[in-house]
């Protein structure tokens, strides 16, 4: 099973793809449907693994507090309703751009996000980056230092929360950000790599140091091989 897929029926809800075509305020009815049951996955490391780029103090609140939250808001607005079997990936898809979905969606998106900005970051960074995934970075940005410097300005530039990413556009890579919990999921553009640049992210660790916690991020804690995963 993929570390990011977090709904024990992911890949087994029946008639996912036409579950909203019934109307908004309908699917989101209660009626006879199961509660939700999307799951805070484990961290894949322990608390104080990230020090002294990311603090204990920081990851704690960020995965028990926030992340948990956003997962236990997925299950209140969507337990009991039509909504209830899908994935999170499921959820983000069919959701997104319908204003009368932006609670579920914003919870939803952020709960996948985070999962996958956990797998993101590692305490032990390889040495070297998978022959593929660097064959991709020289094509499209020349080189990593290249990759890691329009990485860094999209994630400093992104006003407000939000996050950025590198994602595989077709057969090349590009770096994008996006506002609040948007992901690129809906854009069926694939992430390979996201940094978290909400405040809640870095604000204990860096204060309004933001370009700081990110340079950090790109130059101790990438997990390469976890991005090179996500090529497909
Ligand atoms: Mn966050």
């Not at 970051?121 to 593929?132: E, H």
């Not at 890691?148 to 994008?176: C, N």
């Not at 992901?183 to 992210?201: F, G, K, M, N, Y």
């Not at 370009?211 to 990438?222: M, S």
């Amino acid at each position: 099973m993929s570390p990011i897929s977090q709904n024990k029926s992911a890949g087994g809800a029946k008639g996912r793809g036409n579950v909203l075509a019934a109307g908004a305020q309908q699917a989101l009815e209660e009626g006879e449907h199961a509660p939700a049951v999307h799951v805070l996955p484990p961290l894949p490391y322990s608390l104080n693994a990230l020090e002294p780029v990311i603090s204990a103090k920081t990851l704690s609140f960020h995965y028990e507090k926030h992340h948990k939250a956003y997962v236990d808001k997925v299950n209140s607005l969507v337990g009991g309703t039509a909504l209830a079997e899908l994935s999170l990936e499921a959820l983000i898809l069919h959701t997104a751009g319908q204003a009368e979905y932006t609670e579920v969606f914003n919870n939803a998106a952020q709960a996948w996000n985070h999962t996958f900005y956990w797998h993101c970051l590692t305490p032990q960074v390889a040495a070297d980056i998978p022959a593929t995934l660097h064959r991709k970075i020289k094509e499209s940005f020349g080189d990593l230092g290249n990759l890691k410097k329009e990485f860094a300005a999209a994630a400093t530039a992104q006003f407000g929360s939000g996050w950025a990413w590198l994602v595989a556009d077709g057969s090349s890579l590009r770096v994008i950000k996006t506002a609040n919990g948007e992901d690129p999921l809906p854009s069926h553009l694939r992430p390979l790599l996201t940094i978290d640049v909400w405040e809640h992210a870095y604000y204990l660790d860096y204060q309004n140091r933001r370009p700081d916690y990110v340079h950090a991020l790109l130059d101790k804690l990438i997990n390469w091989e976890f991005a090179a995963s996500n090529l497909g």
